[in-house]
């Protein structure tokens, strides 16, 4: 079993209010995903998900886990605990609402394009 990650990202606002974002976690079969958004003004929030909640708060199919994020003005500190049982590569994604819109758009089509060729090919070779 792999041991739990801890990912740290800072993340600067310069405008004087709150910026609304979306951010998407990349796998899908993630048992344990652990979310912390601190800000300069004091604690932030907290957000728990991952294959051993039954709900999967935040899943999005083939996109990943999406939380919305409301990121105060100045700095802000990403902190992000990952574990499943086998290494992996985690993406993320930090995007406003049109471009994760466009993501899950390119995903739906790729995912598409991929069973469609594995369709054509199990009837080709049934044809066989």
């Known amino acids: 079993m792999a041991p739990p990650h801890w990912l740290a990202l800072t993340i600067q ?3 004087s209010q709150p ?3 979306r951010l998407v976690v990349g796998a899908t079969w993630l048992d344990q995903l652990d979310l912390y958004l601190v800000g300069t003004a004091g604690p932030g ?3 728990i998900s ?3 909640h039954t709900e999967h708060p935040g899943l999005a199919p ?3 886990y999406r939380h919305h994020l409301q990121l105060p003005s100045g700095d802000s500190l990403l902190l992000l605990r990952v574990a499943t049982p086998d ?3 985690i993406t993320l994604v930090l995007a406003d609402g049109s471009q994760l819109e466009r993501l899950q758009l390119i ?3 790729l995912y598409g394009l991929l069973y469609g060729f594995l369709l054509a090919l199990c009837g ?3 044809m066989l």
């Open 50 to 52: 991952g294959d051993t």
């Open 107 to 109: 995903k739906a089509y």
């Open 87 to 89: 290494p992996q590569v």
């Open 19 to 21: 910026l609304q974002r």
């Open 13 to 15: 606002n310069p405008q």
């Open 62 to 64: 083939a996109l990943g």
């Open 45 to 47: 929030s907290h957000w």
């Open 124 to 126: 080709y070779n049934l």
